[in-house]
């Protein structure tokens, strides 16, 4: 067995006049309560470092710019890597990044127990608009506010096993987990903020948008045979509510731990990354099954085309 006790760590709202100081410390005490439960690995929400910003309709740079980290670690946040260190805890968590040469990318990052940063991967599937929408019932901006990640879908040898990182809308596109699956990815972990009403369709609300995370995150997984650790920013932000829903998916597609609350929660799973190789080795052996010369559609084609009539 190789086992990674994973700590899904779902955070509460962040209020856009909170600072980085204030939620670092509620980060550290949602670690240090992992620490007590026996983690080897955290997992945060996607933007863990501030409200959902891309909600808010912005002209001036400078003034989105102040959402963004323009180092990891920087001085608000090393605090969190020391005390990870501290732990001995790996950590994954997302944050708005703002690189030395001025672009801008939704990102994630995976430490080690050292609190070294082994991996990075920038949002690939921006969803949302880039101007203001007036027929919206809340604004998704993150077409205005970021660029497609430009660093794919790598995987990273971490504590022992195979590790890959999503952000969020990357959880409801299959090519997301099947170019991690095709690394032989073992553990696939997602931040997310998910409004808990669709903009533009106000009937789908929470219960809904809830279904379909499990079932994006599911699906994932046993289509992949790999666990997925998918962990939310919850509850309502200056007016604007959040799915929570956090949850831990073993690689039969089945739920082993899942958030009760829209708040500070943390779950633990005892994750055997040896469960993965069954179906690895049968009906997803890549090896045995994929047929690619069919597949050149999913690379060479974007939109969908319908045949002639």
């Known amino acids: 067995m190789r086992v990674i006790n994973v700590a899904a760590a779902q955070m509460g709202p962040i209020q856009r006049a909170d600072s980085r100081q204030v939620v670092v410390a509620r980060m550290i005490a949602l670690m240090d309560e992992a620490k007590a439960k026996g983690a080897d690995l955290i997992v945060y929400p996607e933007l863990a470092l501030t409200t959902f910003f ?40 997302g944050y708005a990044e703002l690189t030395p040469d001025g672009h801008h990318y939704n990102t994630a990052i995976l430490t080690d127990r ?41 995987v990273w040898r971490n504590l022992g096993g195979i590790i890959g990182m999503a952000v969020c809308n990357d959880r409801r596109w299959p090519e997301t987990y099947r170019v991690m699956g095709l690394q032989g990815v073992e553990m696939v972990l997602i931040g997310y903020n998910t409004p808990s009403v669709n903009s533009q369709k106000n009937a789908e609300g929470p219960e809904q948008r809830l279904f ?13 045979s790999c666990w997925v650790v ?15 829903g956090s949850l831990i998916v073993d690689p039969d597609g089945g739920i082993v731990a ?50 002639e009539e």
């Open 54 to 93: 891309p909600r808010w309709y912005m002209e001036d740079q400078a003034e989105v710019d102040t959402w963004f980290e323009r180092a990891m670690p920087n001085a608000a946040v090393q605090p969190l890597f020391d005390r990870a260190r501290q732990h001995r805890m790996a950590m994954n968590f």
């Open 114 to 154: 050292d609190s070294n940063i082994v991996g990075k991967y920038r949002k690939v599937h921006l969803p949302g608009h880039e101007e203001y929408d007036p027929t919206r019932s809340h604004q998704h901006l993150e077409k205005r506010y970021f660029e497609p990640g430009d660093l794919g879908f790598p």
């Open 212 to 224: 379909h995370n499990r079932l994006s995150v599911q699906s994932g997984a046993y289509q992949n």
């Open 258 to 307: 899942e958030a009760t609350t829209e708040g500070d929660e943390v779950l633990v799973a005892r994750c055997d990354l040896d469960a993965t190789k069954f179906g690895k080795e049968t009906i997803f052996d890549f090896a045995s099954h994929r047929r690619i010369e069919h597949y050149g559609l999913i690379t060479s084609r974007t939109g969908a085309i319908p045949p």
């Open 230 to 244: 998918a962990v939310a920013k919850a509850g309502v932000e200056d007016g604007h509510p959040l799915i929570g």
